[in-house]
Structures are given as C-alpha cells and as structure tokens.
C-alpha cells in the first residue's frame, strides 16, 4: 500500500512515499509509450470540436433534468500512483442522502439523461481533457478510486506503470460481469504486452462495443455509496483527503 491514512479533523491526510516501480518497461515498451503519447494528442485535437459539440447538446439535457453541475469530478490514481481528476459528464442526481439521511446508491441517483450517455460513452468525453493534459490516454487500464489503493497484492501494482486509458483490456472482456480480482489480473496481462498491436486490438474491439451498447459502461464506483468514496484536495502545502 502506497498511501497512509491518519485522520486530523475528521479529514484524511496523506503521506505519499515515492513511487517505487514494480516492474520495468523494455526499451521498446518505452519508446512505444512516448510515441502512443504523441498519437493520443493527435486524435484528441482531430476529435475536439465534434466531441465538443455533442458535449454541448448532452449537456442542455442533463442540467434541463436535474439542477447541479453538467461536469463531474472525481480523485482517481493514475501513472505512477499519481492522484488525478477524471472528468465526466454527469450522469447521477448530485444528492448523496434521501430526506431520512440515508445514503443513496448510484443506481437510486441514476438519470434519465445519465442511463443514455453511460449507454452511449459519451460520458466518457470529457476525458479528452485529462488526455491532453497527459494524465491519460485512449487506451490503458482503467483508473481505479483511491480507495482501491489497499487492494491491489504487488504484482497488480504493475497497472500503474503506464497511463490509465478510456477503455482497456478489461473492458472488452465484459467488465461488467469480472471480479475485482480477475479485473486486475487483465490489466497485468496489458502491461506486460503493452505495445501497438495490444493497443490496436482494443481500439477495433471498443469501438464494436460502442456501437452494440453492450458493457460498455463504467462499473468503478457500482455498489459503493457515493458518501463512502475517498476525494482529494490539493494545496500548497499538502494533498488532503476526504470521503465524498
């Protein structure tokens, strides 16, 4: 585990060791991630202005349909253990509690706009921002929470070697109905063939998905209660973490 928790004022502070890697990409692995890096920016340039569009319309529906903000920001480790925000399109009611105070599950949040852009991908989009700014790429295992950190045995740490993705081995591979262990196993199985015939595959197998609308949609967070998940927030002098 590379994150400690100790609580100070109910918030969870964290003291972030150094990374340490688990397992070295070959010379080849290295220059297939610098040039990957070049082709992710390529696409997200030729891609930003239709992607923008149909932003633009998903978004009237969904703040038309409930109030709150139409981007949703979430604490994600990425390359290297880093914690990022990932954006999406918001897809769920932004209460975390019924009028009892009980905590609500994503499914009871869940709208109608939100079954459509989860169904579709197009929730996904914003992620062309987290592209650009190096913190992903199209292709890569998916970014887990922070809570996930605790979870993963060595050999899994493998994952964040390369830049988490859009879509990845484990999603061809029906995410929806893998355990959390046989997801990480996935993503161990990618790292070690990471390379463009591996990434290749994937493209021409998400894009068949895509269009089928079949497990196409972002299981991360199911069965958690949104008030449960574990959120950072950065300043100047330390990384702070909270639960949503």
């Known amino acids: 585990m590379r994150i400690n928790y100790t609580m100070k004022n109910s918030v ?30 390529v696409l997200v340039m030729i891609m930003l202005i239709p992607a923008g569009l149909l932003m633009i319309i998903c978004a009237i529906w969904i703040k038309m ?22 954006y999406k399109l918001r897809s769920m009611r932004t209460e975390l509690y019924d009028k009892n105070g009980r905590p609500l599950s994503d499914q009871e949040r869940l709208t109608k706009s939100g079954k459509f852009v989860r169904k579709t991908s197009i929730d996904e989009l914003p992620q062309l921002i987290n592209i650009l700014r190096g913190e992903m790429s199209f292709i890569g295992p998916r970014p887990f929470l922070i809570n996930d950190l605790d979870t993963y045995n060595d050999e899994q740490l493998i994952r964040f070697e390369v830049l988490p ?70 300043n100047e002098e330390n990384t702070n973490y909270r639960k949503g």
Do not use: C
């Open 12 to 41: 969870a502070y964290d003291y972030h060791k150094d990374y340490k890697p688990v397992y070295l990409l070959t010379d080849r692995q290295k220059s297939y991630f610098v040039l990957k890096r070049i082709i992710d920016f």
């Open 65 to 86: 349909e409930s109030p709150g903000p139409v981007i949703y920001k979430q604490s994600r480790t990425g390359y290297k253990e880093r914690v990022f925000t990932i």
């Open 165 to 234: 993705g859009m879509s990845s081995w484990t999603s061809i591979h029906g995410r929806a109905n893998q355990s959390v262990e046989s997801k990480y196993n996935h993503e161990i199985y990618y790292v070690k063939n990471f390379g463009f015939k591996t990434d290749l595959e994937i493209f021409a197998k998400t894009i068949a998905l895509v269009f089928s609308q079949k497990d196409v949609e972002d299981h991360v967070t199911e069965g958690r209660i949104a008030a449960d998940i574990i959120e950072v927030e950065e």
